[in-house]
């Protein structure tokens, strides 16, 4: 299983802390920022840009259709503990023209992957 985990004081001024729990899984701590790869089941997350975790997942071979960003608020619960807002997510040829995730089965896909590596 792939993770990216970096520490960074974000433009918020809050830290990003991640630990790995002892089941592999990751803690998070303050706001971050994450790319999702729905299909591998895998994320980046901590950078200072969602485009720099887009960029590192698709060096380790994730496709681009696959990756979705969000801002994950871990002190936060239920859906308030995620926000679907980044750059990345506008792709007008996958029917998603806004910086949100339009589809609710693709949300879902999402919910999944970071509930089993964060959550």
Do not use: P, T
């Given at each position: 299983m792939l993770y990216f985990f970096y520490g960074y004081t974000?433009?918020?001024?809050?830290?990003?802390?991640i630990r790995a729990r002892p089941d592999?899984?990751?803690?998070?701590?303050?706001?971050?920022?994450?790319?999702?790869?729905?299909?591998?089941?895998i994320m980046a997350i901590g950078a200072d840009l969602h485009a720099d975790e887009e960029a590192a997942l698709l060096e380790q071979g994730s496709?681009?259709?696959?990756?979705?960003?969000?801002?994950i608020f871990p002190e936060k619960s239920g859906e308030e503990l995620m926000v679907f807002?980044?750059?990345i997510n506008i792709r007008p040829s996958q029917g998603n023209r806004s910086r949100g995730v339009e589809s609710s089965d693709m949300r879902e896909k999402i919910w999944a992957v970071v509930n089993k590596l964060v959550v």
């Open positions: 974000n433009n918020y001024g809050s830290d990003c802390e592999g899984a990751g803690a998070i701590r303050g706001f971050c920022e994450g790319v999702v790869d729905v299909e591998q089941g496709k681009q259709n696959d990756l979705w960003g969000v801002n807002n980044s750059m």
